[in-house]
């Protein structure tokens, strides 16, 4: 039993960009929620968890793991240090720490738990980024800018114009759109500190505190309007969460959406050359390691140590790439990340990161095929954009240009603690043929930097979960192939097909539809019933 852990509520906008971002759930208590309830069964309560402690307790006790599960963690960081990740971190056997020296020849020195993508030679690091459609509007406007149609251009430069021509039209809109939210939270303070001043003045004091204002009689309507503002902003700490979220307009308008912004200049590589790749470090921690520690303590928390949160697999390591910036991350540092983990013995990739546009996708194409061709497993968050995939695609995705399937790749929606009706989590990407399958991503409890804990949601929580599912089941049968590891993740999951869910969405009264039309299999993943049908004793008729 897990020993109760303090709930940092961190910011909300920690995240790496996955179409809209993660956010952070607050709870008074950890009473408000069970610590581990995606590990909970389904069957034998209502909660639809994914049956891990299930499997623990009736097929996996007492028996060995057959094989060691690698499951790379392409992210934004990972804490090496973290106390309930202790002894779950992929080491680099062939490397000799320190010494400046390549020893394994793999093309990465001193890479001990991993390679940092975003840094430089010589240490530096990239942390905020902007977004992909911004990066699109900056390289191609010499180019493009003064252009009025695309005729007369050939057919790729006419493919990108298009692209440059829809990136711009985002880039402003969301522009717009943001400094529009920063008046509006303007004009939120000010009307604070007009009120705030009319009662300061009428009391006769610089500085007034909540227990000031409930002894304060004010003599006219006006000041009793005053007086009830400035209350109500200073009960609820207002005045902070709007500071807070000034910030965010103001790190999105000056970072991830400003064309004169250029982060990669710190690392110091072309990011439209593939060849050029010595750059990155290893240093996989980073600046913001908030995000990939999350997502890898869901895999591989420590089952034993009485600390924290139970991870989902107990024979696994975390191979810690640093890939994934506060913004959209480049194609070349995914393309390149996903051949360093299959190079170097991953059995699993989890990626729980994504963007609307991806100028290079032919190389991330490329990696997924080659990770596809190694018997690696890929795992990737659906997005959070409450939006139909068969639509509106994103990137990266298991369709190539060429019309490919990828097929290791199981793609994740998230679902939520209340089950029935509200199953599917309202901000969760979906697709009736592109999402495959559903997990818990709402309300989830994991491990942040410095021995710290949250409660956050996401697709990219879904996301882990499955890989340890998935790290589960491979470590007892090893001799499955990934395609037909992931078969049985998808047949095994508990069905809920049939049931009438609201279909994601910010709207008050949105719409509702059968679950598998929101995903391939119709269900949530279920370690218990997938190590059964992997044992080949479970009855699908």
């Given amino acids: 039993m897990k020993k109760a852990i303090q709930l940092s509520l961190c910011a909300a906008f920690l995240a790496p960009a996955l179409y809209a971002q993660d956010g952070v759930s607050t709870v008074d208590s950890l009473s408000d929620v069970h610590l581990n309830w995606y590990n909970i069964d389904p069957d034998n309560t209502k909660t639809p968890g994914v049956a891990v402690e299930r499997a623990y307790s009736e097929l996996i006790k007492g028996k060995k793991a057959k094989k060691k599960i690698v499951v790379a963690v392409i992210d934004s960081g990972v804490d090496r240090d973290h106390e309930d990740l202790d002894g779950h971190i992929w080491v680099n056997s062939g490397e000799i720490a320190g010494n400046g020296i390549d020893d394994d020849k793999n093309g990465y ?240 990739i989890n990626m729980s990161f994504g963007k609307s546009y991806s100028p290079h996708k032919d190389w991330v194409d490329e990696a997924m095929m080659y990770a596809a061709s190694k018997n690696v497993l890929l795992v990737h968050a659906a997005g959070n954009d409450s939006k139909d995939n068969d639509v509106k695609p994103s990137y990266p995705s298991d369709r190539t240009q060429d019309g490919e399937i990828v097929s290791t790749w199981l793609e994740v929606g998230a679902s939520s603690i209340k089950g029935k009706k509200d199953l599917p989590g309202k901000f969760s990407n979906y697709g009736a043929t592109t999402v495959d399958i559903f997990a818990p991503g709402v309300d989830v409890i994991g491990a942040l930097p410095n021995d710290e804990y949250a409660m956050l949601n996401g697709t990219s929580f879904a996301s882990p979960v499955s890989a340890g599912v998935a790290a589960l089941v491979w470590s007892h049968y090893p001799d499955l192939s990934a395609t037909e590891l992931k078969d049985i993740l998808m047949k095994s999951s508990t069905y809920y097909g049939k049931k009438k869910v609201r279909i994601p969405s910010n709207a008050k009264k949105a719409p509702k539809a059968k679950f598998r039309e929101l995903c391939v299999s119709g269900g949530v993943i279920n370690a218990y019933r997938a190590m059964l049908l992997a044992d080949g004793k479970l009855d699908l008729d």
């Fill in 109 to 348: 020195v001193d890479d001990m738990n991993g390679w940092n993508f975003l840094g430089s030679k010589d240490g530096e690091m990239l942390d905020v980024e902007s977004y992909e459609f911004a990066r699109i509007v900056r390289d191609g406007e010499e180019e493009f800018g003064k252009l009025k149609s695309g005729s007369g251009l050939s057919n790729n430069d006419k493919t990108r114009y298009n692209t440059y021509k829809k990136a711009k039209t985002e880039l402003e809109s969301q522009i717009e759109g943001y400094e529009k939210s920063k008046d509006n939270i303007q004009d939120l303070i000010d009307r604070y500190n007009r009120n705030y001043k009319m009662v300061s003045a009428d009391m006769g004091r610089d500085e007034i505190e909540l227990e000031d204002l409930e002894q304060y009689s004010p003599k006219s309507k006006e000041l009793v309007q005053a007086k009830t503002i400035v209350y109500v902003f200073q009960k609820a700490k207002l005045l902070k969460s709007l500071d807070d979220a000034m910030e965010q307009m103001d790190k999105f308008l000056d970072f991830h959406l400003n064309t004169d912004y250029n982060g990669r200049e710190i690392v110091g590589d072309d990011p439209h050359d593939l060849s050029d790749r010595d750059y990155g470090n290893n240093n996989v921690e980073g600046p913001s390691a908030e995000h990939g520690t999350f997502v890898a303590s869901l895999i591989a928390a420590n089952r034993e140590n009485d600390l924290g949160i139970e991870g989902i697999a107990s024979h696994v390591e975390i191979m810690c790439l640093r890939a994934v910036p506060d913004g959209d991350e480049y194609d070349k540092d995914i393309a390149l990340a996903i051949r360093y983990a299959v190079d170097n013995g991953a059995h699993v």
